[in-house]
């Protein structure tokens, strides 16, 4: 059992942890499953309206560690463009988090065979609080600062995404504005850093019944770190996923998902902690929950396994 002074000590430390990692914004395992929120050049192309829900809790058993909520609703419009929201509230100790993006993209087809690049747009606001009497902070001077109630700040964001029936490859910004941010390290307000995102994938049919999905996700803060995901996804007679996840120097993660209809799909990931924090957290959670209306003029053959 941790004695209460390990578990202090990992509580004033973990916002180091955090931030070594690039985690200004909201970090994602099911990346593959909340592509909008990642790339804004996504939206609408599932060809359906989809709606998604995420809850990720980071670090169980942590004080004041990140927790993640995650809504989004987007749609085709046409045959050319797509429309989306997306909510996003983020927690990481005293501070909160909450944005709300509108997102655009518009599709390009390239050939004959339907390949299509898509350029998104995403604008919106950040509502950000910070309450410094929540926590213990290294120094204690820190909680006499001022607290900010909802301070709203702009966000701007772009995303190319290519794809076709069989693999995709993205690049994108959430917000290229540098407003602010909780800073857990100086334990103050900083400004926030440009963020880069690639993304891709691609899909074999191994046998009629098998897909497989080896896929990555790249996040570089500019002038800062780079954070690299690596995944394997299995899916089984189009209805069990099973899946992996490396992390680069942080966690390793095991992901389950069902496609309970060709409406429903939802899923579970677990990771697990290979940096110094594992001895003192139980894992990290996420959950999603997708729900696609599919029009009798739109008549889905198969789940799209991106």
């Known amino acids: 059992m941790v004695s209460p002074n390990i578990r202090f000590l990992v509580l004033l430390f973990l916002p180091m942890f955090y931030v070594s990692f690039g985690q200004q914004e909201p970090q994602y395992t099911h990346y593959n499953f909340n592509t909008m929120t990642v790339n804004a050049g996504y939206t609408g192309s599932r060809g359906h309206l989809t709606i998604l829900s ?13 927790s993640t909520i995650t809504f989004g609703i987007e749609s085709p419009i046409g045959l050319f463009d797509g429309l989306g929201l997306s909510i996003i509230h983020d927690e990481l100790g005293p501070s909160q988090e909450t944005y709300m993006d509108g997102n655009y993209a518009h599709n390009l087809i390239l050939n004959r065979n339907g390949d299509r690049l898509s350029l998104g747009l995403k604008a919106g606001i950040k509502f950000m609080s910070l309450d410094w009497s929540k926590g213990r902070y290294r120094e204690p001077e820190a909680a006499f600062n001022e607290n900010i109630n909802s301070r709203v700040l702009p966000t701007i964001g772009a995303g190319l995404f290519y794809y076709t ?33 690639l993304i891709g ?18 996040k570089n803060v500019v002038g800062g770190t780079v954070s690299i995901d690596a995944s394997i996804n299995f899916l089984t007679y189009e209805t069990l996923n099973l899946g992996v996840n490396y992390r680069l120097e942080d966690s390793l993660s095991a992901l389950i998902g069902f496609q309970i209809n060709t409406k429903i799909n939802m899923g579970y990931a677990y990771d697990y902690s290979i940096n110094q924090l594992n001895n003192y957290n139980s894992g990290t959670h996420e959950i999603f929950f997708r729900y696609q209306l599919i029009s009798k003029d739109k008549k889905l053959k198969s789940p799209r396994f991106f």
Request: glycine share 8%; charged share 20%.
């Open 54 to 66: 995420l809850y990720r809790s980071q670090w169980a058993g942590i004080e004041g560690a990140p």
């Open 165 to 197: 029936n069989r693999y995709y490859f993205g690049v994108s910004t959430p917000n290229i504005l540098t407003g602010k941010h909780y800073d857990a390290i100086a334990e103050s307000e900083a400004s926030d850093l440009v963020h880069l995102y």
């Open 201 to 218: 994938g691609y899909v074999f049919d191994l046998t009629p019944d098998l897909k497989f999905k080896p896929s990555f996700f790249v």
